[in-house]
């Protein structure tokens, strides 16, 4: 496995690169640019724009420019932000914490209820329960996230004032695990909905076709009770395909961040990135798009060794 894992890694590192220089070029060729606020100002002559484009290097050939930012952040240097003049790399760890904070807990919410429900419905098929969960995993697919949480903010917060409507602790209160379980509340399960939904159709799939296989039947001929047949043989094959989807859907979390952060007022990279959008702030755009791209590689990986854990028939070489 120790091969199987270093060659991946090495396979890794082209596939960053060239998402590096899709990234970098498209996003310098949209219409804007870091200048574009500047040039709407009329306190700021045509001078300072010059100067400005000169310190960072914005008159330079598009070329020139991604060669010193690729030998910049190899080097561990990100660059400034050029909106708040902020080194990048610190920035983005300042609001890191509270992202995965935020998207773990929901990932690992999403899975405790997904897979439970997923197997329940396909043991009991055609039940009560596996038509409630139905109900739930479509109602869950099409309703959009941002219309979610603002109905959340009505409901919990406006009208039953349970819960607080924005923010991750409460302004004038020392830190407390209580206050901060209040604040999370709401973010957490807009984000884990989707991934709710989907996942419990896909273990429900799952777990129907391998309950149909002939050395389930086997087992059930040998005697063998019902609870060992489900979660001794079927449960484990069941989980293949669904944990290519979680390991896949693991940048996902990440990149609905930006739109529950922003509705939540809640301070991490995904609040950053719609401000660094709007504000054309590339070196912000481009740590956070390349930290995206980490995890993308990272939840595939985590997704092909999971299979040697579930099925002992293969092998990595």
Known sequence: MGRYFTRRLIQAIPLLFGISIISFFTMRMMPGGPMAGYLMNPRVTPADVARLEEAWGLNEPLVSQYIKWLGSMLKGDWGWSYRTGLPVLGTIML????????????????????????????????????????????MGLAIPSFWFAVMMQLVFSVRLGWLP???????????SLVDRLRHMVMPVFVLALIDMASWSRYMRSSMLEVVSQDYIRTARAKGLSHRAVIYKHALKNALIPVATI????????????????????????????????????????????????????????????????????????
């Open 246 to 317: 979680m390991g896949l859907d693991l940048p996902v979390f990440f990149g609905g961040a930006a739109l529950t952060e922003t509705i939540f007022a809640w301070p991490g990279m995904g609040q950053l990135f719609v401000d660094s959008v709007f504000s054309r702030d590339y070196p912000i755009l481009m740590g956070v798009l390349m930290l995206t791209a980490v995890l993308v590689v990272i939840g595939n990986l985590l997704a092909d060794l999971t299979y040697g854990l579930l099925d002992p028939r293969i092998q990595y070489d």
């Open 95 to 138: 609001r890191l914490p509270q992202t995965l904070q935020l998207m773990l807990t929901s990932y690992f919410l999403a899975a405790i209820v997904a897979i439970p429900i997923g197997i329940f419905s396909a043991v009991y098929r055609y039940s009560i329960f596996d038509y409630c969960a139905t109900v739930f995993a479509f």
């Open 165 to 175: 409507s924005a923010g991750m602790a409460t302004i004038g209160l020392e830190y």
